[in-house]
DNA sequence: TTTACTATATTCAACTTGCATATAGTAACT
DNA sequence: AGTTACTATATGCAAGTTGAATATAGTAAA
């Protein structure tokens, strides 16, 4: 129910669905490989878990931004690979444009922060 | 319980609180008058709802960020009225350097999409 | 006395999250 | 064959967060 004019515009979970489709847009990948990946982004294995990816996954899929399929690696058990879909780009695109928003807001809230802080400094 | 190593490192909680300290950082203000301010960090008053600034507010006054007081306004009800504590601006500069680093975090995940998007147009 | 506005606060249902746990295949060692 | 370790996916539950609606109440003008 989360299109692009509803519900919560930044959590955590969106930010994290947007670091899945950047990553997936490349290439496939699936959950403990993406798990990797996602430090760059700023989920640290320390604090991002493992459960959440997962579940996070899979409401993707069931929103249609993404499809997976089963594939066996080298060793160990199989693994559910996920692509992205079209309907992932349109959505990211869209996202993207949310998330330049944001950085504007950060943006003016360090420069407030700044100012405000140097005109107590003197 | 949400210290600087703790708990959620970024909801929209903690930004709103971010904000808010840094408002409360000049000057004293109160529920309604600091809702309008907020629009300038990127809380609109469409989708900012005033029920949750007045929690924030109160459980920020019970973690001793802030301190209020009754006053009497040229017309309508009093005003519940803050002020930012020597405690809340200790905290407003840890939670700065959160902020930055998610910054940091955005400008990555912008420059990694834009460079997805152009290696594919190519 | 009714309407509108300012102002603060609470309730409730829905959703989100972290943590723990479950499940299970592979692989190495004994 | 049994144990341990590792890779991999998934779910259950309690606690926390949020949005929307509602409650309360003072002021002020019609």
Redesign the pocket.
Known sequence: ??GHC????Q????F?EISLLILLYDTKG??????EKLENFGFSSE??????L??????MESSSLVA?SWE??????????YEITDEGKRMLDIWIQHVRRRKETIEYLLETYETTIHDRMN
Chains 1, 2 share one sequence.
């Open positions: 129910m989360n509803h519900g919560r515009a959590s955590m979970e969106r994290l699936y959950g403990y490989l993406l798990m604090q991002m878990n493992i459960g959440s997962y579940r996070v996954l899979r409401k997976s066996q690696g080298a060793q160990g058990p199989k693994r559910r690979v």
